[in-house]
């Protein structure tokens, strides 16, 4: 209840400001743009399509999901967090908000890719969506924790993606192999081997996250 609640308060702190949805629309807009514009009227392979919906993915959630902790440290609401919420409680609930803000976010940028490339064609639409679905909560877990870790430091905004790469890496790879089975309309039974990277990676991630929050929150 404690952590639906800390859901519910990030969530109405962002409607208010709309600090990460302005980020998130604009650096969508501008990288969709961009893309384009380079490309122009050439044509460009399914392969090559998918790779850079995953690359728009990736530096779109660098842009809107760092703020998850360091929103709290700027207006000052540590101490109480500490005071009213356990580390597990406070982690979930940022969690579930960067899991929204992740799933819209990408949703947003699937279907505006989906509509703008017309080489984008996926053969086994299910294989893809459950990659996406995995996908989502690997970058949610991801980034949330590493933006506790990033929260206390003086340089916020370029420690977060450094921090990042190397973490999500395995997690996008993996991801841009599965589109490219998506697109060649291979099964899922094919893809069992990526497939269970992903889950693993999830269940890693999650557990590594709940286990050390404890630490990072109350350093």
């Not at 500490?82 to 899991?99: D, E, M, Q, W």
């Not at 841009?176 to 999830?202: P, Q, R």
């Amino acid at each position: 209840m404690k952590a639906y609640s800390l859901f519910k308060k990030d969530i109405q702190s962002e409607l208010r400001t709309r600090y990460a949805i302005n980020a998130l629309v604009m650096f969508i807009l501008v990288t969709i743009s961009v893309i384009l514009f380079s490309i122009g009227s050439e044509k460009i392979s399914e392969y090559l399509t998918g790779g850079l919906l995953w690359v728009v993915i990736f530096f779109s959630a660098m842009s809107g999901l760092s703020r998850a902790f360091v929103s709290e440290e700027e207006r000052g609401t540590v101490m109480t967090l500490h005071l009213i919420a356990s580390p597990n409680t406070v982690f979930t609930g940022k969690l579930l908000f960067n899991l929204i803000l992740v799933f819209a976010m990408n949703i947003v940028i699937a279907l505006l890719y989906s509509l703008i490339f017309d080489s984008f064609v996926l053969k086994n639409l299910s294989l893809f969506i459950v990659a996406f679905i995995l996908g989502n909560i690997g970058i949610a877990s991801s980034s949330t924790i590493i933006a506790a870790i990033i929260a206390k430091a003086g340089s916020k905004g370029t420690l977060y993606p450094v921090l990042s790469f190397p973490i999500l890496l395995p997690l996008i790879l993996t991801l841009l192999e599965l589109t490219k089975f998506s697109i060649d309309g291979a099964s899922i039974g094919e893809s069992y081997v990526e497939l269970t990277v992903l889950i693993c990676y999830n269940v890693v991630i999650l557990t590594a996250s709940f286990l050390l929050f404890d630490f990072i929150w109350k350093d």
